[in-house]
């Protein structure tokens, strides 16, 4: 549970995108519940964190083979 980088999601769509690559091994092998360790930085910009949440919804199914919820 956890092992998304926080910090990612500051930095925006294209640090989001490389921390979902670098653990999508992981999340396919399956019983990952990916999420940040902890709270997300005060400092997080809203447009990055609600594009963050949008790619989790859409990399689970994708992984779980499911068509995307939007």
């Known amino acids: 549970m956890g092992g998304f980088d926080k910090l990612a999601i500051?930095?925006?769509?294209?640090?989001?995108?490389a921390?979902?690559?670098?653990l999508e091994?992981?999340?396919?092998?399956?019983g990952c519940i990916t999420c940040t360790d902890h709270q997300v930085a005060p400092q997080t910009p809203l447009e990055h964190y609600r594009?963050?949440?949008r790619r989790l919804r859409?990399?689970?199914?994708?992984?779980?083979g499911e068509k995307a919820l939007r």
Request: charged share 35%; glycine share 8%; proline share 7%.
């Open 58 to 64: 859409e990399v689970m199914s994708e992984m779980r």
């Open 19 to 22: 921390e979902f690559r670098r």
């Open 25 to 30: 091994p992981v999340i396919r092998q399956g």
């Open 10 to 17: 500051i930095r925006g769509p294209e640090a989001i995108e």
């Open 51 to 53: 594009y963050y949440l």
